[in-house]
């Protein structure tokens, strides 16, 4: 059927990854029911990792990185999706150890293909991604433990990420108070844009671990860090609020109390954007291009094409990434 441009992530045989555009054939992608022309992905943390040769994301390379693609529908062996279909393929194992978007074809079970929400457009749902997926299911999951707005300011950390930046954005349309955790001072304005009311500097987020409490600040939060910080997030929710946890750019491991969880009923909830059903992915995904849908997208994304892509794989293994990054595959 031809070939097709993928970035692809290569092992030397010392234990050092290097990426670079290369030309595969189509009869090489894996088995699966449908066969969809990538018009566009998105740079995400976990791409990241696995294009840096991280064995806990991707076991076998080389591999094509990608965990998120939005495109058309080439060929399908399935009645519900047909040739033509604009589609969105998000989690699952796409990127992982199934190659993924970052190649301008992809070959996946239909068991992980949504047909885009009429609300959003192919480009719209990558900027998105995602990052907009698990920053909506930490929102939706908050509320349903009884958040609402009105009360004290929603945390978000690591706001100036993909995740970070696009719960800020949701949260402030949906009429919260939001104060945003960054250890990038010089983003504050692009905060305020967003819908901050409030610019929280890391460190102060990084202060009083060794304190069973904090003050009680915060009526909920968004965490995409992880480590320390997110047990102090813990330490300093208000009465009976709660966190949802997403990320771990922060590390995995920090040192927990029970003292927060008896004295004032907090609740630390996990957020799992990859393995939910796909039902409720398609729940998410009309929410964000109806009732959540979030004007001036744009304002969230720096867009780039494969030839770029090593280049934002290095800043944002360096932390120097704000916003989401739109892959433009054609």
């Known amino acids: 059927m031809g ?27 894996p088995a699966g029911e449908v066969l969809i022309r990538v018009r566009y992905s998105s740079l995400n943390y976990k791409d990241a990792l696995s294009a840096s040769g991280n064995r806990g994301v991707t076991r076998q390379y080389p591999h094509t990185p990608g965990i998120d693609a939005a495109g058309v529908v080439e060929a399908s062996s399935v009645a519900e999706l047909k040739a033509g279909d604009e589609v969105i393929v998000t989690g699952y194992d796409l990127g992982m150890n199934t190659a993924g978007g970052f190649g301008q074809y992809i070959r ?103 304190k069973a409490l904090l003050k009680e600040q915060w009526g909920g939060a968004v965490d995409t860090v992880g480590g320390e910080i997110l047990f102090n997030v813990v330490k300093s929710l208000q009465r009976g609020a709660s966190v949802a946890c997403c990320g771990l750019t922060a590390g995995t491991q920090f040192s927990a ?32 291009s109806l009732q959540w849908r979030l004007p001036h997208l744009d304002e969230l994304a720096e867009e780039i094409d494969l030839q770029q892509l090593p280049g934002a794989i290095e800043r944002i293994l360096a932390g120097q990434q704000v916003g989401r990054v739109l892959v433009r595959l054609d």
């Open 3 to 29: 070939s097709f441009k993928a970035l692809q992530v290569s092992e030397d045989g010392q234990g050092h990854f290097a990426s670079r555009i290369v030309e595969r054939a189509i009869d090489e992608l």
């Open 108 to 210: 996946v079970p239909a068991a992980w293909v949504i047909k885009r929400p009429q609300g959003l457009s192919l480009r719209d749902s990558m900027i998105l991604g995602t990052a907009g997926l698990t920053a909506a299911l930490c929102v939706e999951k908050l509320e349903r433990a009884g958040l609402e707005p009105g009360a004290a300011p929603v945390l978000v950390t690591g706001a100036t990420g993909g995740v970070g930046s696009i719960a800020v954005a949701l949260l402030a349309r949906l009429g919260y108070t939001v104060a945003a955790m960054t250890g990038k001072a010089e983003q504050g304005e692009l905060l305020r844009r967003l819908g901050a009311s409030q610019i929280v500097e890391r460190s102060v987020l990084q202060a009083g671990t060794e």
């Open 257 to 288: 109390s029970v003292l927060p969880f008896i004295l004032r009923g907090v609740n630390l909830l996990g957020v799992d954007s990859v393995e939910i059903p796909l039902v409720e992915k398609a729940s998410m995904w009309d929410k964000l």
